[in-house]
């Protein structure tokens, strides 16, 4: 075949590579292989030292049509395909107003601040205030004014963070510092006696601090909220009936409540309630440890020697307390097995609730 038709050939072939290139990048391959400097057509170039002499002008002044032939075809080509890429990548970008919208995550209330809430609602609807004590507490409203002195053994019961005095002092560095961080709301009875006027019917939700090593029934750090009341004429029969009132609400009304004597040394008689356990309904099983009962708060009626230090006669009043572990009801509640996986910040997990 003569060297000119060979380059029609390859003008034709060109020509058709460029209107078939989908993409800038395709037509760039394209033009590379053609006219690049290892392409087709500049090998004919440089090879031009080999056609014979009288068809050398005719061969050059081909080769020179076909790459203004085909670099037009490129440019044309080029400039229709870098403008259909660029409104794809504005369409892409831009906004499709058929699109359902995102949803914000929107951050929720905490579980444990749930169930303080559901309890504080209850209450309130009973006609009590909600108090708030102080966590940094002193010895006297944690133990002493509970009827714990130095030494009773009921301190024991709950291993206490003490806050270090730093003059030193002798008591302090045994551990037996003056301040501490309260292991209990009992401490807010006392606060409430002390401060508002009789009758008394309060409750009081706070964290409370223990020397703990966090397992799925213990926690360093927990909520209780503690219940008072102070009043003429106050029996267990009204403890019974507020509690047993409350367990409904908060379990529903299909569980069961029972009532066991216990020690605390503010409350004689003292007993613990415990409620039918949710998952076997009494049958026993690996959350009840085979009981059917799941114990969820310490109550009893308020001891007089509690009332007498806090100035109040108890000759002429009496009263009940009791106190909850907030993070053991919200996990008996919605039968969570470990108390650390309200703490663990998985959404997974607190979405549910
Ligand atoms: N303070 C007790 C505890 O932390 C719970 C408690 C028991 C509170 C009996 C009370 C009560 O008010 O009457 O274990």
Same mark, same amino acid.
């Given at each position: 075949m003569a060297i000119t038709d060979e380059l029609s050939t390859l003008r034709d072939d060109t020509l058709q590579r460029i209107e078939a290139a989908a993409t800038t990048d395709e037509l760039d391959a394209v033009r590379v292989s053609v006219v690049?400097?290892?392409?087709s057509l500049t090998g004919y170039l440089r090879s031009m030292?080999?056609?014979p002499k009288e068809e050398r002008a005719a061969v050059g002044r081909t080769v020179n049509e076909v790459r203004e032939a085909v670099e037009a075809a490129l440019e044309a080509r080029k400039a229709a395909l870098s403008a259909a890429e660029l409104s794809a990548a504005i369409d892409a970008a831009a906004v499709d107003v058929t699109l359902p919208g995102r949803a914000q995550q929107m951050g929720t209330r905490h579980l444990i601040n749930g169930i303080i809430d559901e309890v504080s609602e209850i209450f309130l609807g009973l006609g009590y205030t909600v108090e708030h004590g102080p966590e940094v507490e002193t010895d006297y409203y944690n133990f002493e004014a509970l009827n714990a002195p130095p030494d009773h053994p009921s301190r024991s019961m709950q291993d206490t963070f003490y806050i270090r %005095?730093?003059?030193?002092?002798e008591a302090a560095v045994r551990g @037996?510092?003056?301040? !501490? !961080? +309260?292991?209990?709301?009992?401490?807010v009875q006392v606060h409430a006696m002390e401060d508002n006027p009789l009758p008394i019917y309060v409750i009081a939700p706070g964290k409370v601090y223990r020397r703990d090593v966090a397992d799925p029934s213990h926690l360093p750090q927990f909520h209780q909220i503690e219940g008072l009341v102070v009043d003429k004429g106050i029996t267990f029969g009204d403890l019974k009936g507020t509690l047993e009132f409350l367990c409904k609400a908060v379990f529903g009304p299909e569980r069961k409540t029972r009532f066991r004597a216990h020690y605390f &040394?503010?409350? @004689?008689p003292s007993a613990e309630v415990d409620v039918s356990c949710g998952i076997c309904h009494g049958e026993g099983c690996r959350m009840c440890k085979g009981t059917g009962w799941l114990e969820i708060l310490g109550c009893g009626m308020v001891d007089p020697n509690v009332l007498r230090m806090s100035g109040i006669d108890p000759e002429v009043y009496s009263g009940f307390a009791f106190g909850m572990g907030v993070e053991r009801i919200a996990c008996l509640k919605y039968n969570v &097995? %470990?108390? +650390?996986m309200l703490l663990e910040g998985d959404m997974r997990f607190l979405r549910q609730f």
């Open positions: 690049g400097k290892k392409g030292g080999d056609v %005095d730093l003059s030193g002092d @037996e510092s003056d301040v !501490l !961080l +309260r292991t209990q709301t009992s401490g &040394p503010f409350t @004689e &097995p %470990d108390l +650390r």
